[in-house]
C-alpha cells in the first residue's frame, strides 16, 4: 500500500494547484492536482503534508486542517493500494516556487477548479474539500475511469 497527502493551499478564494507537465511518464501527466504526494520511512500524515507542501511550493504551513481520506484500490501500474490523507492550508509563510520538477503551480477560483483537467474522482471528493464536512471513502479505478465509489461525511 501507498500512503500519501494531498494538501490544498487556499488563499483570497483560490487554490494552489500544479498542473502536472514536466514528466510525461508521470501517473497524473496533464492533470491538475493538489500538492503532496508519498509518505518517507517514520513519517506520520501531518509530517508529510507539511514536508510535501515545502518540497512542492516553497511554502511552510502554518495551519494545516484534517479533511478527510481516501482509498484507491489497485490505483497504480502495480496495482497498488493508495490510502491518501487530505488537508487544507489557509495560513501559510514563504515564498511561492512557481515551477517544480512535476509542473507549474497556478493558484484557480475555487469555483473553476472542477473545469480543469482533473482525475475524474477528483470530481467527487474536491467539493467537500472546501465545505464544513470532513471525509472518508473509497474511489475504484479501471483503465482511469471510475468504475465505484463511496464517500462518507462527517460534520466538523
Not at 502536472?20 to 513519517?43: I, S, T
Not at 464544513?132 to 465505484?148: H, P
Request: contains cysteine.
Amino acid at each position: 500500500m501507498i500512503l500519501a497527502t494531498l494538501v490544498y493551499v487556499v488563499q483570497d478564494d483560490k487554490v494552489l494547484m500544479i498542473h502536472r507537465n514536466q514528466r510525461p511518464d508521470d501517473l497524473h501527466f496533464d492533470k491538475y492536482n493538489g500538492l503532496g504526494g508519498k509518505f518517507e520511512e517514520g513519517e506520520s500524515p501531518r509530517q508529510c503534508a507539511i514536508r510535501e507542501l515545502k518540497e512542492e511550493s516553497g511554502l511552510d504551513a502554518l495551519e494545516l486542517a484534517f479533511k478527510g481520506h481516501l482509498l484507491f484500490p489497485k490505483f497504480d501500474k502495480h496495482g497498488r493500494d493508495w490510502l491518501v490523507f487530505i488537508y487544507t492550508v489557509h495560513h501559510f509563510k514563504g515564498e511561492l516556487i512557481k515551477l517544480n520538477h512535476e509542473g507549474e503551480l497556478k493558484w484557480i477560483p475555487i469555483g473553476k477548479i472542477l473545469e480543469l483537467n482533473l482525475w475524474e474522482g477528483d470530481q467527487l471528493f474536491i467539493p467537500h474539500v472546501f465545505s464544513n464536512s470532513q471525509f472518508e471513502g473509497t474511489i475504484t479505478y479501471q483503465n482511469g475511469k471510475v468504475t465505484a465509489h463511496e464517500i462518507f461525511l462527517s460534520l466538523n
